[in-house]
C-alpha cells in the first residue's frame, strides 16, 4: 500500500499524542535563588508568544507562580543524551508520590548533571544554558487550567519572549533569520528523540 495514496484507516489509542514536538528545557527560579531545569515536550509558538505545558507535580510550575520568569533554552538534537539525563530527575525534594512509582528521583543541580554551562540572563533572573543554540527569555503572562477532567495533571502556561539569544552559527550573517539548513532541533517523537532531515520547501510566507 502506497503511504501517499491510503485506501483505509484504522482506529488506535496511543497513550500520548507527542507525534512531533520540540523539547525544551526550561529555566525557573528556585526560591534560594538557583535555576531549575525541566524538561517540557509541550511548547508551541504564536508571535512573540510561547505557550507551555507543564505537569503539576514537578518544581518549574511552583517557581512559575511564584515568580514568573523563565527562559525556553532549545537544545540541539545532539544534545539528547544529555536531555535524557535531566527526564527522569525532579527538582522538588519531596519527590511526589506519582513520580517517585515513575522512578523519579530529586536533583538540585541538574546543569552538573547535564553537563550544562550556566550562563546569566539579560531580562529575567533564571540562567540560560549556554549549549543550547537558542534560548529565549520571558515573562509569564498566563497560566490556564486546562477545561477537561485532567486538569489536576498540567497547566498551560503562555510566555511572551523578550529577548532571544542564538548561537551565532544558527543564525545567517548579517540579519536576524535562524539559518534553517543549520539549526538541527530536538524533537520529541512518541517518547523518541529524533533531529530533523533535509528541507521538503517552503512556505509562501517564508523570509528566508
Known amino acids: 500500500m502506497s503511504l501517499t495514496s491510503p485506501t483505509e484507516t484504522i482506529v488506535i489509542e496511543p497513550r500520548i499524542l507527542y507525534f512531533g514536538t520540540p523539547v525544551v528545557l526550561l529555566s ?49 538534537a545532539d544534545l539528547w543524551a544529555a536531555v535524557e539525563r535531566l527526564a ?8 511526589p508520590e506519582a513520580k ?3 522512578n523519579y528521583r530529586y536533583e538540585h543541580d541538574k546543569f552538573a548533571l547535564a553537563g550544562f554551562t550556566r550562563v546569566a540572563s ?24 486546562p477545561a477537561h477532567a485532567q486538569a489536576d495533571a498540567f497547566r498551560i502556561v503562555e510566555v511572551e519572549v523578550h529577548r532571544v539569544h542564538a548561537h551565532p552559527e544558527v543564525v545567517q550573517p548579517g540579519t536576524h533569520h535562524v539559518d534553517i539548513t543549520r539549526w538541527q532541533p530536538l524533537l520529541y517523537v512518541f517518547r523518541h528523540y529524533f ?14
Open 100 to 102: 517517585r512509582v515513575m
Open 28 to 76: 525557573t527560579l528556585n526560591e534560594d535563588g538557583s535555576t531549575n531545569l525541566s524538561v517540557l515536550s509541550s511548547a508551541w509558538a504564536l508571535g512573540q508568544r510561547v505557550v507551555l505545558g507543564i505537569g503539576t507535580q514537578g518544581q518549574a510550575l511552583r517557581n512559575l507562580e511564584r515568580h514568573p520568569e523563565c527562559v525556553i533554552n532549545l537544545p540541539s
Open 122 to 145: 539579560e531580562q529575567v533572573r533564571p540562567d540560560r544554558v549556554l549549549e543550547c543554540p537558542l534560548q529565549l527569555e520571558g515573562q509569564v503572562v498566563a497560566l490556564h487550567p
Open 88 to 95: 527522569p530527575t525532579t527538582g522538588r525534594a519531596e519527590v
Open 195 to 208: 533531529g530533523t532531515g533535509a528541507e521538503l520547501g517552503r512556505n509562501f510566507r517564508a523570509d528566508t
